[in-house]
């Protein structure tokens, strides 16, 4: 396994266990697989709703919780100077754990700046209190990185966007490597561009033909292509699956090398258009679903 160091020199692995969509029945079972197989690196979120289950797999693991780089989420109607310090109290007791290894904001809230710095401020002390290791965001554009930064103590250590080969938002990760945060990829292998939903015809990047080509000239998977296209730009990236067999094909990245060359050639297959939620609009319901205690 492949580790990043963080801004604050905190390492964390390259590859971890995305658990996004992941339903609470199965995630114990995932989280557990993935350890038993190597995995040291879990990614949830308040509002993903399956933290406890996160909890249960990392303690059914065996694994000292030391052993484990566990990063969760703040959602937006936690944000706020006691509501986000209160969101921690609520994640660690449903994790089961004292501390967080990353605790990250999970969107900006344009239109309620005020509550999202906030939140910011309350991570900010949450950090100086030693109750987590690294502090960060989510979603955030370079002009919420602008209005952020210089009203903070803390450069966030990283920004986890929507990242695949059709949508890698160059301008995010350059505004990130400029402020030295750590670009992390969700839906890594696009799970994004194919997960059934509101979302109307899309293209599932799983298919596309330069990526089975690559996978065919290495014999790998066109998953393993995107996980390892993004470790080798220095990316984290956090692979969503229950499945026992893909949890292991996702980890299995690390014994071979893409060139120069076919790095560029998934860099233009970059499409420019997003298909998750656009960070400058969350939605008004977003605001009223409430993270419960338990
Ligand atoms: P499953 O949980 O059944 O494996 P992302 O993390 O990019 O959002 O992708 C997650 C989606 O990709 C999920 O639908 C997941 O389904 C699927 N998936 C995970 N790993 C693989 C893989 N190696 N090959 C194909 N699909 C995968």
Known sequence: MQNLTLNNGVTMPALGLGVFQSPPDETAAAVETALGLGYRHIDTAAAYANERQVGEGMRA?????????????????DYGT???RH??????????????????LHQPAP????????????????????????????????????RLLPEVDVVPAVN???????????????AD???????????????????????????????????AALAA?????????MLRWGVQQGRSVIPKSTNPTRIAENLDVFDFELS???????????????????????????????????
Do not use: C
């Not at 509550?115 to 989510?138: F, K, M, N, P, Q």
């Not at 750590?182 to 990526?211: C, K, N």
């Not at 998934?266 to 400058?280: C, E, F, H, K």
């Open 61 to 77: 693991s065996g694994l000292d919780r030391d052993d484990v780089f566990l990063e969760t989420k703040v959602w937006v109607s």
């Open 82 to 84: 006691d509501e986000t």
């Open 87 to 104: 969101a921690f109290e609520k994640a660690t007791r449903k994790l089961g754990v004292d501390t967080l290894d990353l605790l990250i």
């Open 111 to 146: 239109a309620r700046w005020e509550r999202t710095l906030a939140a910011y401020r309350a991570l900010e002390g949450l950090l100086a209190d030693g109750l987590v290791r690294a502090i960060g965001v989510s979603n955030f554009m370079p002009q919420h990185l602008a």
């Open 160 to 174: 986890q966007i929507e990242l695949h080969p059709y949508f890698q938002q160059t301008d995010v990760q350059k």
């Open 177 to 211: 490597t400029e402020a030295g945060i750590l670009t992390q990829a969700w839906s890594p292998i696009g799970g994004i561009t194919f997960y059934p939903g509101p979302w109307g015809e899309r293209r599932s990047v799983l298919t596309d033909e330069t990526l």
């Open 217 to 225: 000239s290495h014999g790998k998977s066109p998953a393993q292509i």
């Open 260 to 294: 120069a060359d076919e790095l560029a050639r998934i860099d233009a297959l970059d499409t420019g258009v997003r298909s998750g939620p656009d960070p400058d609009a969350p939605r008004d319901d977003f605001f009223d679903r409430v993270i419960p205690e338990e």
